[in-house]
């Protein structure tokens, strides 16, 4: 495969220039992006610049194009405007250690992809912005919130692109688009100097690939232990990431994998398009001589966990608009953003600090009976969403509910949050088997290894396993990918 790797050793070897890589990843863009609507902030003449005065040949990505998420991946002197009006002419001043990472290793940035308001959503709709429209089928969405990444990669602009994951935002766009979407541990990437714990340790910056070697190189390159952050992993050695499964298995586990199955929604009836990908991914493994175990039902809360996590996007929320208050020195109002962020922002005022303090201890709680899961098991397999992309103006939210949130502000505290459960309702019944593995901080990838025959697009099937076992993933990824 022609991948990301396969160009960098061409870089490498001078058979190719980065200018000449760029230049045709700005002639891709120019001709695609008017129907998918991806790329929002082009850095064309920089990059160019850069291009040519590059000097990185030793680097692991040396001279690959990419596109920065706008969202959190900053990059000084370039819009900062996470999709939202509010700030739609703010410029960051500083580049993060993600995106500095990044450079490092040898990427040039030729722009910035397009999101959902504060990335809220598990498709990318903003209302600055517009939607991004999913290349395998331009009626539907490509989702969210790294869906302008993701129609990138799908699309072939980009052989991968950088992207984030608080709640399946890696995870769901892979599902929708066909690529490989891996959230990795929580701290296990490189993260800071702003935004160090990135939604409590929910959000993690990674990328939207398209081969298994890729999203292994990248994920050494982007590791790291730093001593500010207050969530740190012992980073995977070389040794370990290159070991093929079947060594793995033989020196490590002596025995198959036991993979526990299961199909249930913690919200909601799961299709039976979700029910078939997974069982045939099953019987893939059972072929492999690994042990299957169906759950009807797996032993965690999934409405307490998810109404913490609403929690907690609630009380960050309230949070950030304090902030965004500081730096423009007035109070915000209904007409600065859109309603679903209105409503969020105003269920976060009323949240008290024993509020979010009781409901983070319940996320170490879920993080614990996940490790003791991992006792039993080494690998969940689940669909990553429950259809394959929605179409392009599918109503995730009804219209009494918009309405109900431009009033948000004169609801009490109970009657916000069953407002914020209902806003998400139907996008959770869409999208209801991601969000736990960030609540855990538990490694988590959607695989393209499933195409839905009755509409021929295709839809992610979802490993997760214990913490800090991300290598794990990959190797079962390359080992199933092999049979595509």
């Not at 393209?448 to 991300?470: A, C, E, H, M, V």
Request: net charge neutral; glycine share 8%; with cysteine.
């Amino acid at each position: 495969m022609k991948d990301a790797t396969w160009y960098a050793e061409r870089v490498k070897e001078r058979k190719i220039s980065p200018f000449e890589l760029v230049d045709q990843a700005i002639k891709k863009i120019e001709r695609v992006n008017p129907s998918l609507n991806a790329v929002i902030h082009p850095r064309f003449e920089k990059a160019y610049a850069e291009a040519r005065t590059f000097q990185n040949f030793d680097a692991p990505f040396s001279g690959i194009p990419i596109l920065l998420k706008d969202m959190g991946q900053t990059l000084a002197g370039e819009p900062s405007t996470s999709g939202a009006k509010l700030l739609k002419d703010n410029i960051s001043s500083t580049t993060n250690n993600y995106v500095k990472r990044l450079i490092d290793l040898g990427f040039i940035i030729v722009g910035q992809t397009n999101v959902p308001e504060f990335g809220f959503k598990n498709v990318s709709d903003s209302k600055l912005y517009g939607p991004v429209h999913n290349p395998k089928d331009l009626s539907r969405q490509a989702g969210g919130s790294s869906g302008g990444a993701a129609a990138l990669v799908a699309s072939g602009v980009v052989h991968l692109s950088p992207a984030s994951d608080g709640g399946g935002s890696i995870r769901i766009p892979a599902s929708f688009n066909g690529l490989i979407g891996l959230k990795p541990s929580r701290g296990r990437i490189v993260t800071g100097p702003n935004g160090w714990r990135g939604w409590q340790g929910a959000s993690v910056n990674f990328a939207l690939t398209k081969s298994v070697r890729d999203t292994k190189k990248l994920l050494m390159g982007l590791q790291d232990y730093q001593m500010a952050s207050p969530f740190n992993l012992t980073p995977i050695t070389k040794e370990d990431m290159d070991k093929p499964l079947d060594l793995f298995l033989k020196e490590d586990l002596k025995r198959p994998l036991k993979v526990a199955m299961c199909t249930d929604s913690p919200i909601g009836i799961v299709s039976q398009t979700a029910i078939n990908g997974v069982e045939q991914v099953a019987h893939q493994l059972e072929s492999f001589g690994h042990d299957i175990i169906n759950l009807p039902e797996l032993p965690f809360n999934g409405i307490e966990a998810m109404n913490d996590y609403y929690l907690m996007n609630g009380a960050e929320t309230a949070a950030m608009m304090s902030q965004i208050e500081q730096g423009i020195g007035r109070s915000l109002t209904k007409d600065d953003m859109e309603p679903v962020s209105w409503a969020i922002y105003q269920y976060g005022k009323t949240i008290t600090a024993a509020q979010y303090s009781n409901s983070l201890a319940r996320w170490d709680q879920l993080a614990a009976q996940y490790d003791l899961f991992f006792d039993n098991y080494d690998l969940l397999l689940q669909p990553t969403t429950n259809d394959v992309a929605p179409l392009i103006d599918f109503p995730f939210q009804s219209k009494p509910i918009l309405e109900r949130c431009q009033n948000a502000e004169k609801l009490h505290e109970k009657q916000l949050a069953r407002l914020v459960w209902n806003l998400f309702a139907k996008s959770l019944e869409y999208t209801p088997f991601t969000q736990q593995a960030n609540i855990a901080g538990i490694p988590s990838i959607s695989l393209p290894i499933y195409n839905d025959f009755q509409t021929n697009l295709p839809l992610g099937i979802q490993f997760s396993t214990r913490k800090g076992q991300d290598q794990l993933l990959l190797q079962v990824a390359e080992r199933l990918m092999l049979q595509k």
